[in-house]
T-cell receptor
């Protein structure tokens, strides 16, 4: 089955700086890579996703890059703000009806 | 649509008791996923269904766990007998196969087994 590794487990950055979270996956058949944000006590919610036919996707301050050859993908958050503080999860799936396999999560802390 | 609805939100039970968690899918969705979240193990996929049929239950930890979809919009996850190590937050999520594989999560059920 799929195995997703996520690093770092905790990331502390100064407000206004950039944050980068990295993930690797094992199943070369995976073709869908979403990122979820989970605030304390709440449900995970999708913030951005990328499919295997695209190398990069951007939505305002967040962007995701995918390297299929190396089987890794990354989340980039620029100009971080206090409301970005949360746990971020990467995931991978073969798509269709297949479930998502999640990384262990990264606790992002934005220092004022 | 109210989104994915889970009940109860919180459950405290004694070891050995049966626990049933419930989930209502978003109308029109046809894939249903049960996840368990703990600090140690993160988000683990337990089982998922497509069109009411269980596709992969390899994540179900033991025979004490069972899941059903009696109809297209509803699912249950049952633990019998429950043990303290089952304490976790259980999420269900639904998606629409073939159009968008984004999974929408319910608010979760926080289970505490004492």
């Amino acid at each position: 089955g799929e195995n997703v590794e996520q690093h770092p487990s905790t990331l502390s950055v100064q407000e206004g700086d950039s944050a980068v979270i990295k993930c690797t996956y094992s199943d070369s058949a995976s073709n869908y890579f979403p990122w979820y944000k989970q605030e304390l006590g709440k449900r995970p919610q999708l913030i951005i996703d990328i499919r295997s036919n695209v190398g990069e996707k951007k939505d305002q301050r967040i962007a995701v890059t995918l390297n299929k050859t190396a089987k890794h993908f990354s989340l980039h958050i620029t100009e971080t703000q206090p409301e970005d503080s949360a746990v971020y999860f990467c995931a991978a799936s073969r798509g269709g009806a297949d479930g998502l396999t999640f990384g262990k999560g990264t606790h992002l802390i934005i220092q004022p | 649509d109210a989104g994915v609805i889970q009940s109860p939100r919180h459950e405290v039970t004694e070891m050995g008791q049966e626990v049933t968690l419930r989930c209502k899918l978003i109308s029109g969705h046809n894939s249903l996923f049960w996840y368990r979240q703990t600090m140690m193990r993160g988000l683990e996929l337990l089982i998922y269904f497509n069109n009411n049929v269980p596709i992969d239950d390899s994540g179900m930890p033991e025979d004490r766990f069972s899941a059903k979809m009696p109809n297209a919009s509803f699912s249950t996850l049952k633990i019998q007998p429950s043990e303290p190590r089952d304490s976790a937050v259980y999420f269900c999520a639904s998606s629409l196969t073939g159009k968008n594989t984004e999974a929408f999560f319910g608010q979760g059920t926080r289970l505490t087994v004492v």
